[in-house]
């Protein structure tokens, strides 16, 4: 029988030698994978890690990828921190969109210069009010988090579903599945020529130094963090339990949202039936990826976006079919996940296990 | 090689048959081999939307060998990712760039104007450029005579239809299925489930599950797995497939397919780009171009089934039938198409009733 034994200490030089060892073992994994599919491994590597980020439209796009991922993943660590388990990042994400491109189209024809921060603000406040929803559900009837805020994810894609296929369509689409396009007053500023990275990194980045304050520097995010670590002690020195768990579904829900509508005010630029290709879900990995630490969370958003663009660039330019690329992703996550729990972790060989 | 190809303009008007002679391949050999890049919503698979996509794709390459070489990139989401994925197609290239679904019409439109030298084509989009053209099949011819097996099969006549979402090209579907279904045995009724996706075998499964256990004896479907045939088989009733032969999920099961052929579409295509002649076009074919097939009987249509369909078939390809030939009633009494006239490519674009013989009311 195997099992893990938590370690009594961690390692320091260890937490800083897991990305590197885990780094290797990919490379390592990924020689062996592309050498068996008769695939040059060097070249494989390169087109996966390197080959998406020798242009300026590749890194616009790395940072815009990785924008969504950090803007939900940040949210999320907090709550993570605290004990309160948001898993529906993905449905707040889409209700941002649908507040704040609903704004959009309300106002059809009628925009100003103040038409974006009023969908920015409507967006990020709908997550928010979405993911009271859990909160609420959590601390009056003590239902588990985890289940509800999944569950809501799919009632989200319903509203969205509905309201593009029904009420908000585009006249002028016939019939087809999709709002109109948004006037220029509710598209993101690009921020570089000749590529589509639009402010929302920057926001992405401010409030990830926001909330790295608030839950460094401030009494509230002291609190979030000793109910995580040791509610006994947080139950005892009075802290609200209560007020942990809607604190946290509050912020992950607003940064959720805010990820919705600047995709959608972003690159997509009108409501389609599925904004966000799992950003959601992919964003709970990027927060345990990186530690649940603002730094680590940034590198990991940024790791995760530049795996998207090298799946995309080894069918392209490699031509290798999406199920070698999904494998090779894979093996990445598993090293550098495999890796972090064994630095947590020590693997006892013994018949001692505990009954689960 | 002769395609008759269909122009369709707002008012989608036949403009006329065209002929287009495969390039000589000794004229064309001192050129550059011409990369052709196609983008799925989904993987390959083995049946389906994409995966006929695919078997045209590798037509392409069997008939133009190394004058062409093709890329794919699979389950591209239809949302930010698609417009970098189109573009590293083009930056990377590709001098034709085929997108096959409908959420990369808009991104297939932004990268196009970047990229005027390189010729784009859209699957079932509406919006086109000098560098961007339209495609798409009369999926309904199709659907007209698989009804027509349809109706000829039922004994329960109750006939089962899984849907995915209310959109005109849906709707048209399952409409120009009944009035199959009803030219050969007026008191069959056709009953709708709608399962508001594209691809969820679970949900497909058990949408066909309970029309079967409402008496439905043949379902059939607009999705996009193998799950209704294979509930079919299960269940020891028939299924109708679409987009590909589905017989291998259900042998006995299995009556016939409505599948899509693109190989017609894809050379004349690439032929157009390889002699520099390419223009922006919108080809809405159907039986007569080869767009839609059905696929081989299954043991359970008999001779007679057979003979009417291949009739009907050959009335269509002539001209002489349109499955939506006036009169054409809704299904609350109203009359769509008057006697007389079939119906218009705008009224079949814009669809959004349901015709005599379907139980329910359409979801708006």
Redesign the interface.
Known sequence: MLRLEPRQTTSVQMQYATPVIAGVLTIVAGIILFSSLGVDPIEALYTFFVKPLTSVYGLGEWALKATPLLLCAIGLSVGFRGNVWNIGAEGQLTIGAVCGGGIALAFYGDEGPWLLPLMLLCGGLGGMLYGAIPAFLKNRFNANEILTSLMLVYVSIQILGYLVHGPWRDPDGYNFPESRLFDDYGLMPVLLAGTRLHLGVIIALVLTGVIWVFMSRSFQGYKVTVAGQAPAAAAYAGYSRKRVVLISFLISGFMAGLAGITEVSGAIGQLVPVVSPGYGFAAIIVAFLGRLHPVGIVFAAFLISLMYLGGEALQINMKLPLAVTGVFQGMLLFFVLGSEVLVRYRIKIGTQAREA | MIIRRMFLGMSAALVGASLLMVADPATSQAEEELKI?FVYVS??GDAGWTYQHDLSRLELEAQFGDRVST???????????A???I???A??GHGLIFTTS??YM?PTIKVARQFPDVTFAHCS??KRADNVSTYLARFYEGRYLTGVVAGSTTESNVIGYVAA????EVVRGINAFTRGVRSVNPDAEVRVVWI?AWYDPGKEREAAETLISQGADVVTQHTDSTAIVQAAQDNGVHAIGYHSDMSRYGEEAHLTASTHVWDNYYVETVNAVLAGEAESTNVWGGLADGMVELSAFGPAVSAETQAIVAERQAAIVSGDLHPFEGPVLDNEGTERVPAGRSITDEEL??M?YYVEGIQGRLP?
Do not use: C, H, K, M
């Open positions: 890049g993987p390959v890329t794919i990139v699979e389950s591209v989401p239809e949302g930010a990712d417009e970098r994925v573009r590293q197609l930056a990377d409908f959420g808009n989009g509406y979402f209310p959109i005109p508001s674009l814009s959004d708006q």
